[in-house]
Nanobody, 122 residues
Framework: QVQLVESGGGLVQAGGSVRLSCAAS????????MAWFRQAPGKEREFVAA????????DYVDSVKGRFSISGDNAKNTVYLQMNSLQTDDTAVYYC???????????????WGQGTQVTVSS
């Protein structure tokens, strides 16, 4: 089992920045792919970014490329999502997720955090 705990959400003005953290614990979290998804009211859960601890893979949804950055700290078993130039469309609950193999589809992820709200005001 892998436990994931997100933090760092909140209210921010458009154009501002927020950094989300996801602390992983449990069974060999270093061997997992770590990802961020988000879900806005009335919308499906959407892939945002992913990174693999060992393989060096990183990917982003097109709408956040150049604005968001995912990174990991293996020593702390923590993955971060740095979000810059935030837009009102970025408002959502952001979830951290983990699975063993590289995959970008939400339904394929085995472990999820509780989510953290990010609200971007205009």
């Amino acid at each position: 089992q892998v436990q994931l705990v997100e933090s760092g959400g909140g209210l921010v003005q458009a154009g501002g920045s927020v950094r989300l953290s996801c602390a992983a614990s449990g069974r060999t979290p270093g061997a997992y792919t770590m990802a961020w998804f988000r879900q806005a009211p009335g919308k499906e859960r959407e892939f945002v970014a992913a990174t693999s601890w060992r393989g060096g893979n990183i990917d982003y949804v097109d709408s956040v490329k150049g604005r968001f950055s995912i990174s990991g700290d293996n020593a702390k078993n923590t993955v971060y999502l740095q979000m810059n130039s935030l837009q009102t469309d970025d408002t959502a609950v952001y979830y951290c997720a983990a699975r063993v193999l590289w995959q970008l589809t939400a339904s394929e992820y085995d472990y999820w955090g509780q989510g953290t709200q990010v609200t971007v005001s205009s």
